[in-house]
């Protein structure tokens, strides 16, 4: 969090930006520097965050009235050895991810509650009642992508409204034609129609 001790507009005495190898790191250094900032540039040849050593590193490299621009990550994370190593970046530099964690879980918590009182007039609630409904949720994140609210946002709607009208239009074919319209897309886009990011 950004945080101004002084209400007199001035420029930074020095800035640190840690991650100066990366495209955002070298952009923020170039920007910096054009605006005669002065600037240490820390890629990981000369701070590697994931050292077990990185934090007394750092405190060495760093003076008083430096301000920090912390842009190291591994991009993109494909797998769970990637995102533990940024998990540790972010704690080297004293990032409270458990609390994070904590914070997402009940947000995402809140949420499902939240949606499931509203959906409570909607569907009827019974032991199994989440069964019912199971497929449509994968089709829906199936055809909208991961990684985004807007994909399957999308997803629902088509696939809600068709599947609405057609029992109504069709009722002898049933769900036979969900089906067949999410095989038809994912063959159309095995990606989903957004992509996954």
Do not use: W
């Not at 950004?2 to 070298?26: C, K, M, N």
């Not at 002065?38 to 077990?52: F, G, H, S, W």
């Not at 590193?57 to 920090?68: K, T, Y």
Request: hydrophobic share 50%.
């Amino acid at each position: 969090m950004l945080e101004h001790s002084t209400s007199i507009r001035r420029a930074p005495s020095r800035v640190v930006v840690i991650g100066a190898g990366g495209f955002v790191g070298r952009a923020i250094c170039t920007r910096l520097a054009a605006d005669k900032v002065p600037v240490l540039a820390l890629t990981r040849n000369e701070l590697d965050l994931l050292k077990p050593e990185a934090a007394a590193a750092l405190q060495r490299l760093l003076r008083e009235d430096d301000s920090v621009v912390f842009v190291s990550a591994l991009a993109p994370t494909r797998n769970n050895a990637m995102l533990i190593d940024n998990l540790r970046m972010a704690e080297t530099l004293g990032i409270n991810t458990s609390r994070l964690f904590a914070t997402a879980f009940a947000l995402g918590s809140g949420l499902a509650a939240l949606g499931g009182g509203l959906g409570a007039e909607l569907l009827a609630i019974a032991p199994g009642y989440a069964l019912d409904n199971l497929v449509y949720f994968l089709i829906v994140v199936a055809v909208g992508g991961l990684g985004s609210i807007r994909g399957p946002f999308l997803a629902a709607l088509v696939v809600g409204i068709s599947d609405t009208g057609l029992k109504y239009f069709a009722p002898e074919l049933g769900a036979f034609f969900i089906y067949a319209l999410t095989m038809a897309i994912l063959l159309r886009y095995p990606r989903s129609i957004f992509g996954q990011t």
